[in-house]
């Protein structure tokens, strides 16, 4: 069946602009997970929807940062003011209530 | 959650065993020993958990040492699609969905 899907899977942009990376979960998967990994590190937890609201979002690194997922199902994470430090792969996962997670490949983003 | 520790790196030859070790001295009796793995440009993908019991699926064994304090992940014929890194994790038995806290995990190598 069809997985976690993460579009774009590549984007480059210039400090200072504005991004949006989209998260297709796993149909009916009420939980969904952003995570950020940099390079040699381990995934580093970002923020955590149950249905449309943020049950968790400790993990967003400043006001920078923001998640939507209006309808419980695709998520959007959104990054204002760019800053060459956000470069990484940004990792998306869903799951049932209590079940292992399911991982997207990520996007790749690049800030130059 | 409690803090895990593993190689940084491992090297196997194709077709053979492979035992990836974790020490989780600190784990709490209610806590589930998880194991994910990355393949290269891949998201993390869930493995094996297990809480007290052997455990064994089509991927691999999970060995629980009897205090708990360690526990080894088993391929029991390591290919050459095995190299990844490998993730042990440790979540509270009623976490639900909280989210995984990744460490830096263990580079598998398999030679040909």
């Known amino acids: 069946g069809a997985g976690v899907s993460q579009t774009p899977s590549n984007k480059v942009t210039e400090k200072g602009k504005y991004v949006e990376l989209r998260c297709d979960p796993i149909s009916g998967h009420t939980a969904l997970y952003w995570y950020r990994q940099s390079l040699g590190q381990g995934p580093e937890f970002l923020i955590y929807f149950q249905g449309t609201g943020a049950a968790d979002d400790s993990g967003l690194p400043n006001d920078r940062f923001f998640a939507v997922r209006p309808e419980g199902s695709v998520s959007t994470l959104k990054i204002q003011r760019t800053e060459r430090g956000d470069s990484a792969v940004y990792l998306c996962a869903s799951s049932l209530w209590g079940q292992p997670q399911h991982f997207g490949d990520g996007t790749r983003l690049s800030i130059l | 959650d409690a803090k895990t520790t593993q190689p940084n790196s491992m090297e196997s030859n194709e077709e053979e065993p492979v035992h990836l070790p974790c020490n989780h001295s600190?784990?709490?009796?209610?806590?589930?020993i998880h194991w994910y793995r990355q393949l290269p440009s891949q998201g993390p993908e869930y493995v094996i958990h297990g809480l007290t019991s052997n455990v064994n699926n089509r991927m691999a064994s999970l060995a629980i040492a009897e205090d708990r304090k360690s526990s080894t992940l088993i391929l029991h014929r390591a290919t050459l699609r095995d190299a990844a890194v490998y993730y042990c994790?440790?979540?509270?038995?009623?976490?639900?969905?909280?989210?995984?806290?990744f460490g830096k995990g263990t580079r598998l190598s398999v030679i040909a």
């Open positions: 600190t784990i709490s009796g209610t806590d589930y």
């Open positions: 994790i440790l979540r509270e038995t009623n976490s639900g969905n909280t989210p995984l806290v």
